[in-house]
């Protein structure tokens, strides 16, 4: 299991004088709006963006620009900071920019608008995730960023980064400890020893689960605010989440696989019933299971059983994966052994664990292989869509918080939640595919070039279009005419129109409908 980093370097920004393709005609000034937003466009609200910035002296430098409202000109060449470093991630969350010599005034970006700020010694600002609702952290020497202004550095030289399992936490380079990381305050825990990185902390930021690196390889979850910590129960491959008093996870106890709740006290309360396939909602309340060839509802504080009503005896390999108070369950039927396995006919089901109903899903995509898709960040993100993957053609089913599930074609990326149920999915040459859950897929152009790659897309208040950053496709690149932010209709249609260029959106406000 990679431990994925936001926190990695990022090159100094610094102005690009020349705007490719544009032989035979003089180069504009950057950073410019080129267009006002598209008519239609409602509801957007003040915006600040990163730019290049030079005089007689430095042409090197990264300024911040605001406007009052998104698609209003560039209030002249003078920015409301002249030399900073931002993390830079999905403008809709807040986020921060360290002052640098030339402009060494901090500074606050929340909803779309610009505050001063003191930021704590030692701290980057580079990239930032969203982890929460209202919450973004940043990644090495990070601080956490709630939506009330509030900004929290855990440590000197900290970094901060979405656990595989759910959570956030945060690491003490130094002492090689971890915290954890409350999602509705942004409050930081108190540091713990712990032998590997988290895998799992809880919303609270209170208990940490991680698996030491020796095999056989035990689980351990620590309590941060009394420094104890258990380990003892033996692990293969983890699956779990925490609830009330301790961490849920599958694994076998005599010879047969069960889940168990382990607390840091070292209490290993075991539920009796043999489970096949298992689903934990991200609250840690809810589990789905596969309990003697039926589906079933494990509530993980009270651990009772309930049977999902209306469904026969499961008769195949059984793969769930559950958001928010639904499940999606898929059935494939058994198949001899054979170098070959044949593609075979699947069920679906969407299963409210609530209530212990189902509801069967059709247009599951045939397959000889379903598996649970590797996210592409931790469940803590605030944009990640789990997704079952069909092999061998590539195609998907993806579940969202609101329990819409969407049938996904071969080709498109992992996708992202834009909310209300929708999904976006990347495809090749830049283009995004939009699932609304109701059986709609929507082709989008980007206007991305060969030489620019997707960065944030926001959907707009009226529903009707979507903000697309646009971002050098090198790694590494430095800001220039490749960055871009543009606007498009949602349902495909029209043509995408930039509405700045040689600049990155840092803060949008984007009320809500």
Partial sequence: MANRRIGSAMAALALVAAVAGCSGTEAPALPARVAPAPDGVRGLGPAVLAAPVADQRRDDLTGLFAVDTFGADLPGPTPVRRHVEVAVGDPRFPTVARGLAEDPRDALVVDGRLRDVTLPDHVA???????????????????????DGAVVQP???????AAELGGAYWTDQRAGRYGGINLTTGRASPAVALPAYPIAASADGRMLAAVTTERPRQL????????????????????????????????VVDNRRRISVVT??????????????????ADGRRALIEDARRLAVLD?????????????????????????????????????????????????????????????????????????????????AAEAVPALSFQPG???????????????????????????????????????????????RTEVATGAGPDQRLGPVVPTPDGAHLVISLRAARPGSQPGPLDEVVVTRRDGTGTPVVVYRGVILVGLSVPER
Avoid at 155 to 161: G, I, N, P
Avoid at 303 to 308: D, I, K, M, R, Y
């Fill in 264 to 281: 840091p006290e070292g209490v290993v309360r075991t539920f009796p019933a043999t489970v096949g396939t298992v689903a934990f909602a």
């Fill in 220 to 251: 351990v979850v620590a309590d941060t605010s009394t420094g104890r910590r258990h380990t003892g129960v033996t692990v293969t491959r983890v699956s779990g989440a925490f609830t009330a008093g301790g961490f849920a996870l599958t694994h």
């Fill in 155 to 161: 440590a000197t030289e900290a970094s901060c980064d």
């Fill in 394 to 440: 590539g195609e998907s089913m993806t579940l969202t918080r609101e329990g819409r599930i969407a049938a996904v074609p071969p080709g498109a990326a992992p996708g992202k939640a834009l909310g209300d149920g929708a999904v976006l999915h990347g495809l090749a040459d830049s283009r995004i595919l939009i699932t609304d859950g109701t059986g709609g």
């Fill in 300 to 380: 993980l504080e009270k651990g009772s059983v309930t049977p999902v009503a209306g469904l026969p005896p499961m008769a195949g390999a059984v793969t769930a994966i559950a958001a928010g108070d639904t499940a999606l369950a898929v059935e494939l039927p058994f198949a001899p052994d054979a170098a070959t396995p044949p593609v075979r006919a699947t069920s679906a089901w969407s299963v409210r664990l609530s209530s212990a109903t189902a509801t069967a899903v059709p247009g599951a995509p045939a397959a000889s292989a379903v598996r649970v898709a590797e996210a592409e960040a931790g469940p803590a």
């Fill in 125 to 147: 600002a580079r990239q930032a995730a969203g982890v929460g609702a209202g919450l973004t952290i940043t990644g090495s020497r990070c601080v956490v960023v709630a939506g």
